[in-house]
């Protein structure tokens, strides 16, 4: 295994102290009469909470960590990464429409990747905190994944065992995106045992809890991705995108136990059968 490229318990402490500033921020503007919503070029919708949240994560940073560089949703990135580089990658909140609509799911995701002398980029560290359903998840390379429940003891957290599509269960955000796979992927919610809806950043946590055992989302962001790949492995389960590139930096995000994630990936791409 590569060797952590920095301080291991620090970074996981200031991930901690980063969600602790952006949960303060995003619940005190959760279901504010006064939220100010705005829809950006891409037509997806923005608030002031995503952008307060987003400023007080970068604020933070250039103080703790001034030689690192971000990207970020909002406030973009640098022009260029050098190799042998770290870069912390920020979605203020992810589920926006959720947040606006006063639905409890959405997080602040906050990752860390490093980018090696080859030019290969490896997320060593990332968080998810969903301030709403007193949740959060963290972890780093070689250190494993935790949840806290409730702000309580951090219990540590392991992907799924089952092996049988029978047995499995799937979980996704909706039917959009899926473009030419879309009737693969109808065919395969048939093959499950169960499939819910339960979508964004939950159903890849989910997944990485053992609870549900694949998670599919045909159209994602690197800020929507980075800290769920390494939850989910160092969970012992497996993100690629579709086309099976491991990691989140491809257009897409499927999160699976290791017995199963082939099995979609090949149901997936084959048309289905």
């Known amino acids: 295994m590569a060797t952590y490229p920095g301080e291991l318990t620090g970074d996981i402490e200031l991930l901690k102290r980063l969600a602790d500033a952006s949960d303060a921020i995003s619940l005190d503007r959760y279901s504010a009469q006064d939220l100010e919503i705005e829809t950006k070029?891409?037509?997806?919708?923005?608030t002031d909470a995503d952008r307060a949240v987003e400023r007080?994560?970068?604020?933070?940073?250039?103080t703790e960590r001034p030689k690192?560089?971000?990207?970020g949703e909002e406030y973009g990135r640098p022009e260029s990464i050098d190799s042998n580089s770290r870069y912390w990658v920020i979605d203020p909140i992810d589920g926006t429409k959720n947040f606006l609509r006063g639905v409890p799911i959405w997080a602040t995701l906050i990752g860390l990747v490093h980018r090696s002398e080859s030019g290969v980029d490896r997320v060593i560290a990332g968080i998810v905190s969903a301030p709403a359903l007193f949740r959060r998840w963290y972890a780093a390379t070689g250190f494993g994944a935790y949840t806290e429940v409730n702000g309580g003891i951090a219990t540590q957290?392991?992907?799924s065992k089952?092996?049988?599509l029978s047995d499995?269960?799937?979980?996704?955000?909706?039917l959009a995106g899926w473009g030419e796979r879309k009737g693969s992927y109808l065919n395969?919610?048939?093959k499950v045992w169960r499939v819910r809806g339960?979508?964004?950043?939950?159903?890849?946590?989910?997944?990485?809890e053992g609870a549900v055992d694949i998670a599919a989302e045909p159209a994602l962001a690197l800020w929507d991705m980075v800290p769920l790949a390494v939850i989910v492995e160092e969970a012992g389960g497996v993100f690629s995108d579709l086309e099976g590139n491991p990691g989140p930096f491809g257009k897409s995000g499927i999160s699976a136990n290791r017995a199963l994630h082939a099995q979609f990936l090949e149901s997936i791409n084959s048309g289905g059968n």
């Open 157 to 159: 957290i392991y992907a």
């Open 68 to 71: 690192d560089l971000i990207v």
């Open 198 to 208: 339960i979508g964004d950043f939950w159903s890849h946590m989910l997944v990485a």
């Open 162 to 164: 089952v092996s049988k």
């Open 56 to 62: 007080k994560i970068r604020e933070i940073l250039a």
């Open 41 to 46: 070029p891409d037509a997806t919708p923005v």
């Open 188 to 190: 395969f919610l048939d």
């Open 168 to 174: 499995a269960s799937l979980s996704f955000s909706d």
